[in-house]
């Protein structure tokens, strides 16, 4: 088994996040970045298949310098290379645009199964998994709660969560792409050994003059319009008079606000 | 440690700090940590905050079988075998990854914490740095996964500073095969669960020497838990040795030189300390900020009257002043065992000797930092932090064994002076020529000083300063009782006083040159600030206790010169502190932690 994981790197849970100059983004200077969570599970679930079947996990992450932190810690808990997509025209654009590199060089590089994560905690859009298994031609599952593979290797098994704790089993050949949703494994700590041993593992880079993707299909078909903080807008409203006559006032001002 | 992180590979003498100037690009920082460093110390937080923290209660409960089984969990991580050399089946890590780990497993809880040392420290060392090579083979492999589970046991009912008076004796058998040894070791950390002991007897009476006991080994039995104050969880008993009969193959180092491993590893706990200690303030600081934050009164959040902003702000400040000195010292010894043999046990002992004042420093500054923020975090939970129910008191309570072992900072303090003149003495140390170039300075007119500028020249030149203060006192200590000196605890104690604090601000303020220089004044803004208290405040706390040790050493006209020599060498512009810490606290109560 060969599996791709993509894994992304977000703004930790506990950094401050301030918006930028032009409220299209947050500022990323001075923060800490961490492996968004649900692709901690996908790195996880791909180690577990390949102790399973053997085979290769390689991580591939598309982002600045920085994301080499996120392929080395996949690295470190034993996947086996990474592959760094890297190129200052490819950040800020929307998930379509930075899939169709993505999807060019894990194309390329062949394989039996994508993993990603169900979103990012950032953008939090969930598309990148489901645009993977269509521009590589192959299907997708998401929101993976199992992942079972099957038939000598052929095929596999995907228990996706549905609404109000409704599950879905769902069986599809491979080559597949499938996003993961936390809470599916328990991801391993990295060993001191193995982050170690991850200074010694091949990390590929890969730059826009490496792809042969024409410039027009990296317009961006989405747009930040803007970024903002929810403005709190509590009011608390005391109904006086008699009990009788407040709970009248008060099914009047429910009905007014079409609550009843 | 990558080579480009610090300036020069020539190795910097222990205690040169005093009479040299450094370049910030001379000393390693924080900053410096390569990506395998912080990746260590993320595994280690990770840990901790996955698997003991939940089970902190558990463990002050005395839930031995959790804590050992959680212990040997850190070992499949390879928590327990940094330090071990690959040869014997360990990672063989620098040094600045041992206290990236010592500093990370601190928000574990003490208990926790000191269990973990004990055995990867103080327990596992004494082997890794005089044992066998048939002893190594045959411990280190299991010690670095936690199959076998060790403890040092030096300390004894009448001897504990005075750890060669101890009683404990060891006689050959008559067949030459075994050591008989009796006596008691008294407060072992691990002694309840631990399968090998390091411990130390003297044979045929007088021959102070280390052996490598099993808990298996006939004559062997530990006593009852003792009822102490703080680190609860951790086990603590007596070993009781009743003609244990020890292998002769299990004499560790040479007879007659237990000595070497007793302080040897006694010095390496003493820095490692200092690294737990900053990882234990910065806990702290982060539950006492989020309390701060939610406690209201007066219809406020307590984080918001200036009271409590200053003790938050003033936590951090000598937090980082610690932290800057802890990791410049780990920095420095790297360097000296960079290119030193993994088998060369002599000359990493020697590489790490070289810094036994900074070690002790740290031990002692470290700890004494760390009892400040755990004071002023009671403060800051009020009542709730005098209950148990909230995690202030255990911080308070834990905190307070670190100044009595590892050496009691009263005897770390007198060995930080101490070996300095021993240094001076034998001639490594160009000390006492400064301090004659000093006294020559003093007689003369006052020069005038030169305006400096760049970042934070004003704190250089006071820096500068406080070295000649230290140089003044200890220059006239050692004038006025040679080679007596050794009795003159007072005068000991406060010279290293001094001298702790000159490392702390020239740490300190290397540092924030240092991140200056990398990323520019603007992102710099809080810790320029920092380093402006700390050194502010620790120049004022250096003429305080420089007054009455000069008025113990000199008198009339010399007196007085050295009384005016010590206020031009601590005049300075007062900081507007107070607002440098108002400005400090705000951003630790939005970030909810330490900022540096
Ligand atoms: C929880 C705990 C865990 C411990 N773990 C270990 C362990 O794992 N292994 C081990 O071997 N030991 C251990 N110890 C022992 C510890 O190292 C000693 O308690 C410590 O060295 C001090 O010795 P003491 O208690 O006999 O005090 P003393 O030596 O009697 O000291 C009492 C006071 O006198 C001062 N004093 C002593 N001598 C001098 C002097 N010459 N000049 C000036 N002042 C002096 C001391 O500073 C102190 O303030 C532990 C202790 C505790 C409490």
Request: aromatic content about 8%; glycine content about 8%; charged content about 25%.
């Amino acid at each position: 088994m060969k599996i791709i994981v993509c894994v992304k790197q977000v703004p930790s849970r506990d950094a401050i996040l301030r918006i930028n100059e032009t409220s299209s983004w947050i500022q990323d200077r001075d923060i800490a970045y961490d492996v968004n969570e649900p692709d901690s599970y996908a790195v996880e679930e791909a180690l577990k298949i390949k102790e399973k079947f053997g085979g290769e996990v390689v991580i591939c992450s598309l982002g600045p310098e920085r994301v080499q932190v996120a392929i080395k810690e996949g690295l470190a808990k034993g996947a086996d290379r990474g592959i760094h997509i890297c190129d200052p025209a490819l950040d800020n654009l929307d998930a379509l645009a930075q899939a169709r590199a993505m999807a060019e060089v894990i194309g390329k590089e062949g394989f039996d199964l994508v993993f990603t994560g169900l979103q990012s905690d950032d953008y939090g859009f969930a598309q990148t998994g489901v645009i993977l298994g269509e521009l590589l031609g192959v299907p997708s599952a998401t929101i993976a709660m199992a992942v079972e593979v099957q038939d000598g290797e052929k095929s596999v098994r995907v228990k996706r969560e549905l609404e109000a704790g409704w599950f879905q089993w769902y069986q599809m050949p491979l080559p597949a792409s499938i996003s993961i949703q936390s809470g599916l494994n328990q991801p391993r700590y990295a060993t001191l050994k193995g982050i170690m041993n991850a200074k010694k593992k091949e990390i590929r880079k890969v730059t826009l003059s490496d792809l042969s993707i024409s410039k027009d299909l990296l317009v961006p078909k989405q747009k930040i319009e803007r970024v903002y903080f929810p403005v709190k807008s509590k009011k608390t409203e005391i109904i006086d008079g008699s009990a009788k006559e407040a709970a009248a006032k008060l099914v009047t001002k429910l009905k007014q606000m079409r609550a009843l | 440690m990558s080579k480009t992180v610090m300036a020069k590979a020539k190795i910097v003498k222990g205690g040169s700090f005093l009479i040299e100037e450094k370049k910030p690009s001379e000393i390693f920082t924080p900053e410096d940590f390569s990506e395998e460093q912080r990746a260590i110390a993320k595994t280690t937080r990770d840990f901790v905050a996955g698997e003991v923290y939940p089970n902190r209660s558990e463990i002050e409960n005395k839930n031995k079988e959790l804590l050992v089984s959680l212990l040997r969990k850190s070992g499949e991580l390879g928590l327990l075998s940094f330090d071990i050399p690959e040869k014997y089946e360990g990672l063989g890590l620098d040094k600045v990854c041992s206290m990236l780990v010592a500093e990370n497993l601190a928000p574990a809880g003490g208990s926790f914490a000191v269990s973990h040392g004990g055995h990867t420290g103080i327990g596992t060392w004494p082997i890794i740095y005089f044992g066998t090579e048939a002893q190594k083979k045959h411990y280190l492999p299991k010690l670095a996964t936690g199959e076998l589970l060790a403890a040092y046991a030096l300390t004894e009912p009448h001897s504990g500073s005075d750890a060669l008076a101890a009683k404990t004796r060891a006689v050959l058998s008559e067949d030459g095969k075994h050591y008989i040894l009796n006596g008691t070791k008294m407060w072992i950390t691990n002694a309840g669960f631990a399968d090998v002991f390091v411990t130390f007897a003297k044979v045929d009476g007088d021959k102070f020497s280390g052996f490598i006991i099993e808990k298996t080994f006939p004559g062997v039995s530990t006593g009852g838990e003792e009822h102490k104050m703080g680190i609860r969880g951790s086990s603590t008993c007596t070993l009781e040795l009743n003609d244990a009969k020890v292998p002769v193959e299990n004499l560790l180092g040479e007879i007659g030189k237990g000595h070497l491993i007793a302080f040897n590893v006694l010095n390496m706990g003493r820095f490692k300390l200092g690294a737990g200690c900053v990882g234990g303030a910065k806990a702290a600081m982060k539950e006492a900020i989020a309390y701060a934050n939610e406690r209201h009164q007066f219809n406020r959040p307590i984080s918001s009257f200036g009271a409590i902003k200053q003790k938050l702000a003033e936590m951090a400040i000598r937090c980082y002043g610690v932290e800057s000195a802890v990791y410049r010292t780990a920095g420095l010894i790297d360097q000296a065992l960079e290119g030193v043999d993994a088998d060369d046990n002599a000359g990493i002992l020697k590489g790490i000797e070289e810094y036994a004042i900074e070690c002790s420093a740290m031990k002692v500054y470290g700890t004494e930092m760390l009892d400040f923020v755990a004071d002023e975090m009671v403060q800051v939970y009020g009542g709730y932090g005098y209950s148990e129910e909230y995690p202030a008191a255990a911080v308070y309570r834990d905190s307070r064994i670190n100044r009595i072992f590892e050496g009691t900072n009263e005897i770390n303090r007198m060995l930080i002076p101490g070996m300095l003149l021993k240094k001076a003495m034998k001639g490594e140390l160009a000390l006492m020529q400064a301090v004659k170039q000093l006294m020559e300075e003093l007689l003369s007119f006052p020069s005038m000083d030169d305006e400096e500028d760049g970042v934070l020249a004003e704190e250089q030149k006071m820096v500068r300063n406080a070295k000649k203060v230290v140089l003044m006192v200890a220059g006239s200590a050692a004038q006025k009782y040679m080679q007596n000196i050794s009795d003159q605890q007072e005068l000991l104690m406060g010279i290293a006083d001094i001298i702790m604090e000159v490392y702390a601000m020239e740490s300190a303020l290397l540092r924030t040159q240092k991140f200056v220089e990398a990323n520019g004044e603007a992102s710099a803004e809080l810790r320029l600030e920092a380093t402006k208290v700390f050194i502010n405040d620790a120049v004022d706390r250096i003429e305080i206790k420089a007054r009455p040790l000069l008025a113990a050493l000199v008198e009339g006209d010399m007196l007085r010169t050295q009384i005016a020599a010590l206020k031009r060498f601590t005049r300075h512009t007062p900081y507007n502190c107070i607002q440098a810490r108002q400005r400090i606290a705000a951003a630790m109560t939005e970030t909810g932690k330490y900022i540096f």
